[in-house]
């Protein structure tokens, strides 16, 4: 049976694995489209329980007709309703924005706040939200626990927690805060292409030697390379 992994070995073995994921993913950034903190805070909420590529459709026509909280906060219902409908979950979702932007207007004078402890007090906004815009709208460094963060987080034996807090607090303390934001990104882009939930693709995998579960999907290159998705394929 192994020795058990030091604590300084498994810092050493999170940020080799985060190295090889910057050079395997140089482009790795936000896939949600937004030009303001406004539109980040939106697309977010909006991003539940769908996919990014589906609220980057609608964006334009959304923001079109709501530019700020102040306009979306006096939205009538039902056409705000048609514009987030093949979003899915249209009307919590719908209700959610409503409440936001009104908070907004409220409390923030229209303006999404850059601090942790006022995001997460609009409605509709989690801590993964909140280090959503945090990360990319202020440059304030946070972890997005989403489900993809969560999954290879554990399948990378960095953590055995399964609550996003208590993943997010024991992940970044492998890490220097500055690079937070990015290690969110090229995770859930790792997550996305590769080591995905059923059948990871294990065998084409560049930090498979640094991974406790290597093995979990096929080590065949050839079979693993299929289960690889590109841009074109995802």
């Given at each position: 049976m192994p020795d058990p992994e030091t604590p300084t070995a498994l810092v050493r073995r999170a940020r080799?694995?985060?190295?090889?994921?910057?050079?395997?993913?140089?482009?790795?950034?936000?896939?949600?489209?937004?030009?303001?903190?406004?539109?980040?805070?939106?697309?977010?909420?909006?991003?539940?329980?769908?996919?990014?590529r589906r609220v980057n459709a609608v964006r334009p026509t959304l923001f079109a007709a709501y530019p700020d909280a102040p306009s979306m906060a006096a939205a009538d219902r039902a056409r705000l309703e048609e514009i987030v409908g093949p979003l899915g979950f249209f009307r919590a979702k719908t209700e959610s924005l409503l409440k936001l932007s009104a908070h907004l207007v409220e409390h923030h004078d229209g303006q999404v706040p850059p601090r942790l402890v006022d995001l997460v007090k609009l409605p509709g906004v989690g801590r993964k939200t909140a280090n959503v815009v945090l990360g990319n709208a202020f440059d304030v460094p946070g972890i997005t626990v989403d489900t993809h963060f969560g999954r290879l987080a554990r399948r990378l034996g960095w953590t055995e927690e399964t609550d996003p807090v208590k993943v997010e607090h024991a992940v970044g303390a492998l890490f220097p805060k500055k690079d937070w934001t990015m290690l969110s990104h090229r995770l859930i882009w790792h997550g996305r292409r590769r080591c995905h939930a059923q059948r990871p693709a294990c065998g084409a995998c560049p930090v498979a030697r640094w991974c406790p579960s290597y093995g979990e999907g096929p080590t065949d290159p050839e079979t693993a390379a299929?289960?690889?998705?590109?841009?074109?394929?995802?």
């Open positions: 080799k694995t985060d190295r090889v994921l910057a050079e395997t993913y140089p482009e790795a950034r936000c896939e949600l489209d937004f030009e303001d903190p406004f539109q980040l805070l939106v697309v977010t909420v909006l991003s539940a329980q769908t996919t990014d299929k289960l690889v998705k590109t841009e074109a394929r995802r």
